[in-house]
């Protein structure tokens, strides 16, 4: 994604304005339709991003180069996404960056698997555990389209059975019951490598975090991210009046070695001065057997 050069074969993001974007990839020869008139591809090939354009009806698009964001909003979806706001603060978390090797489950449409491989880069690699075809279908396109595949294993498998990689430097889970998982992530991971769970309600949560108390796992934290847009105007600034609420709360953990099962301790052995003191007891109790046998032995009768 580093050419600034518009060719063709290309994504583009056409912008009318804030509300209205459209993610196109430009094909030579063809054409894209709006209600403000069509745009010929053939007038976009060889233009530098972020020069204008004008469509057929005289209304002036931007050609602007898309994001990681505008890949993941703009993903082809059959299920709910993670939001970028959720998306940034999971990779903070898990402390990736390139060279790093991640486990993803499950893939869904790929959003989050999109922002993952653009942090490990090429020489890192993500491995994404998803059980529906149609969903991997979808992901493996959204992957291509960013131009991230190459950074990607998809995995067709059940996670909450195992995770076949070791020695990761971090495991982030999207599925209904991640609390099964984290005893095999605890064997996957790195010492000190980082669990990250996101979880629509607080039940998955509770269930999370104890499991992670029970294998393992120490510094846990859960947070809800709420993101709320403004809308800017001199003298009429204030929060706009829809927003994206609530996504789902963010639990991550650390692993550390489980502590080993405390020996008992072993008794001392006796010292010199411990093992005299039975034998004067011993010595003091023969002497006053010996003078009881010198004493007059009493009986019922010797008592009337």
Do not use: C
């Amino acid at each position: 994604m580093s050419n600034q050069i518009i060719q063709d074969g290309d994504y583009v993001l056409i912008y009318l304005d804030a509300r209205r974007t459209y993610m196109v990839k430009v094909q030579s020869g063809q054409t894209f339709h709006t209600h403000k008139g069509y745009l010929k591809f053939d007038e976009l090939i060889g233009k530098q991003y972020g020069e204008p354009i004008k469509s057929s009806l005289g209304t002036y698009f931007t050609t602007l180069k898309p994001s990681l964001t505008d890949y993941i909003m703009k993903s082809s979806r059959n299920t709910q996404i993670i939001y970028p706001k959720d998306a940034a603060l999971i990779v903070m978390f898990s402390g990736i960056g390139p060279g790093s090797r991640v486990v993803e489950s499950g893939t869904g449409t790929g959003s989050l698997t999109t922002a993952l491989a653009h942090y490990v880069g090429s020489t890192g690699k993500v491995y994404t555990y998803e059980l529906r075809s149609e969903f991997q279908k979808t992901a493996a396109k959204n992957l291509q389209r960013s131009k991230l595949i190459d950074n990607v294993e998809l995995k067709s498998g059940d996670i909450t059975q195992g995770i076949e990689e070791r020695d990761l430097d971090a495991v982030i889970l999207d599925l209904a019951v991640p609390w099964l998982v984290v005893p095999h992530a605890y064997e996957a991971l790195k010492p000190s490598g980082v669990l990250v769970s996101f979880s629509p309600t607080i039940d998955q949560v509770v269930k999370t975090t104890e499991a992670l108390k029970e294998n393992g796992f120490i510094f846990i934290e859960t947070v809800e991210l709420i993101m709320r847009s403004m809308q800017v105007e001199r003298g009429k600034t204030r929060p706009q009046t829809l927003m994206t609420g609530h996504t789902g709360y963010i639990t991550h953990a650390r692993k550390i070695f489980k502590p080993r099962p405390e020996e008992k301790p072993k008794e001392p052995l006796p010292t010199e001065e411990a093992t005299s003191q039975p034998q004067e007891s011993t010595e003091q109790q023969q002497n006053e057997m010996d003078s009881a046998e010198h004493l007059p032995k009493l009986s019922f009768y010797s008592s009337i």
